[in-house]
């Protein structure tokens, strides 16, 4: 007996569940959207995107949102003209029980803006891919200027290698060592730019101290950067920042400094 009623209750509940499922579906149908609102993931700070850049998406794309009933806006049309911009990475739209249409934009992230002998510059994300610049709006980041050899593709990515070695480019071998320049703590508040000249030899700008980073090639640049940060600390740290004129790195096992 205590078992058929434990089933009976159970049975109600459950009815009673779908009841309220179907009649908030039905309700939800017939919700408007009552506002739009844009939240920006930009934890680096990088700025490239504003509210009013997603807000003209979201219009471009669907005419007179507010107002209209949820269930008659296409959210997957709006999803993809926001992220045709240029400057968004990902986003999510979705609409609330209460009719509020959100909008949350991942943008992208630049560790380096490449200024080129040829006076082109663009940026790269953390993913390796290119991205444009946008006037007005700056990134403080790492510079990278000089013989590049490469132009803007929003095709090219340097996180991959290109399976043929002739298509592996500068940018494509210097990409490790910019982000290790970002990761670690000391360089990326030390170093502001990398100099390429036209033999693909390497030179750093730091922000603190008046001399040159006499680097190389970028092969083994790991060891080069152990052997910069000992000399800091420990070379630097007695003769002070401004005493040399250039610091080499070039010589194996080595620092060879000039003065000014």
Known sequence: MKKFIGIVIWSIVIAGVFVSLVALREGYKKTTCSSIEVMLDDEQGAGLISKSDVLEAIHNAHDSIVGKRVSEIDLLKIDRAIEQTAFVKEADVFTTLDGELHSRIHSWDPVARIVNNQGKDY????????IPTRQGFPVRTLIISGYTGNHFSDTLNL???????????????????????????????????????????????????????????????????DKLFAFYRQGLKQSGWNKYKTINLKYKDQVVCSKH
């Open 123 to 130: 940026y790269i994300d953390r993913s390796g891919k290119l």
């Open 159 to 225: 996180k991959n290698l290109p399976p043929e070695s002739k298509k592996v480019t500068i940018l494509h071998r210097l990409f490790p060592m910019i982000m290790y320049l970002k990761q670690d703590e000391f360089f990326r508040a030390q170093i502001e730019q990398i100099y390429l000249d036209k033999h693909g030899e390497i030179e750093l700008i730091p922000k603190v101290g008046n001399h040159v980073v006499v680097f190389g090639t970028v092969e083994n640049f790991e060891q080069k950067l």
